[in-house]
């Protein structure tokens, strides 16, 4: 997806603007009011976990994630 391969680049870019990296980041979560069977739900949840994991953050599952 486009916006999988997109999201990290960005991500990146955003950090160094500001003089920063993502070994900087202390807490990833996610905030949605669209059902999870929704690809861009999917997606949000992804990235959060592949942050956290890649960060050494804790893992949650998927009822402990900040969902509407």
Not at 18 to 35: E, K, Q, S, W
Request: proline share 4%; aromatic share 6%; net charge negative.
């Amino acid at each position: 997806n486009d916006l999988l391969e997109q999201f990290f680049p960005a991500l990146d870019a955003l950090l160094a603007h500001d003089g920063r990296a993502v070994t900087d980041i202390t807490d990833v979560t996610v905030h949605m009011d669209v059902p999870r069977g929704y690809t861009t739900a999917r997606i949000a949840r992804t990235i959060v976990r592949t942050l956290r994991f890649g960060l050494g953050l804790p893992l949650v599952a998927d009822d402990e994630e900040e969902t509407t």
